[in-house]
C-alpha cells in the first residue's frame, strides 16, 4: 500500500523525481501511457466524491478510492478543450486491469462533475474514439447520462486541494 499512497502524494506535486521511482522504464505497459502528459488536466486537484470516495487528478495519472478498493489510471492524454483524458488502468487495479478508460468531465452552477465514459477499451485509440463510445450526456447529471446506455448518475467531485 505504501507505494499507491506514494503515488498519489507524487500525483499531487507532479515531481519528476517521484515519477522516475514509481514508473522505472522497464515497468511501462505501454510506452504512449507513461503518465506523464505536456498539458496537465485543468482539473487537477485532489477530491472527494458523492459516492463517498476520494479523487486524486493530476498530470501522471488519475487515481481513486473508494470502499477499500485503489484504481490507478496512468494518463495517456489531455484534452482539456473536449474536457476529457485517455488513461492506461494499472495492471494491479481490481477492474478491467491493463485496458484503457475516458474520464469526461464539466461544470455547472459552481459544480465540478466526472464520467468515467469509457473503462475497458483494448487501446487508447479505442477508448478515444467518440464513434464506438459516444460522449457521455451531462443533460441530467445528477440522474443519469453516464454509461454506454446514460444509465448511470455522473459524479460530482468536491475539491479539497489543488
Not at 514509481?22 to 485532489?46: N, Q, W
Request: charge should be negative.
Amino acid at each position: 500500500m505504501t507505494f499507491n499512497v506514494s503515488k498519489a502524494a507524487c500525483i499531487l506535486i507532479g515531481s519528476l523525481a517521484c515519477a522516475a521511482i514509481l514508473h522505472p522504464v522497464s515497468g511501462f505497459a505501454e510506452e504512449a501511457c507513461t503518465g506523464s502528459v505536456a498539458t496537465p488536466p485543468k482539473i487537477s486537484g485532489m477530491y472527494i466524491d458523492n459516492f463517498d470516495g476520494w479523487q486524486s487528478v493530476g498530470k501522471q495519472a488519475w487515481v481513486g478510492y473508494a470502499a477499500g478498493d485503489q484504481m490507478i489510471f496512468d494518463i495517456c492524454s489531455v484534452d482539456n478543450t473536449k474536457k476529457f483524458l485517455i488513461a492506461h488502468n494499472s495492471v494491479d487495479n481490481q477492474y478491467n486491469p491493463g485496458k484503457y478508460s475516458r474520464f469526461e468531465w464539466f461544470g455547472s452552477n459552481g459544480q465540478l462533475f466526472y464520467c468515467q465514459q469509457v473503462f475497458d477499451a483494448t487501446s487508447a485509440a479505442d477508448a478515444a474514439d467518440f464513434t464506438k463510445t459516444k460522449a457521455a450526456d451531462s443533460s441530467d447529471a445528477n440522474d443519469k447520462g453516464c454509461g454506454q446506455a446514460g444509465q448511470f448518475p455522473w459524479s460530482q467531485l468536491i475539491l479539497i486541494a489543488r
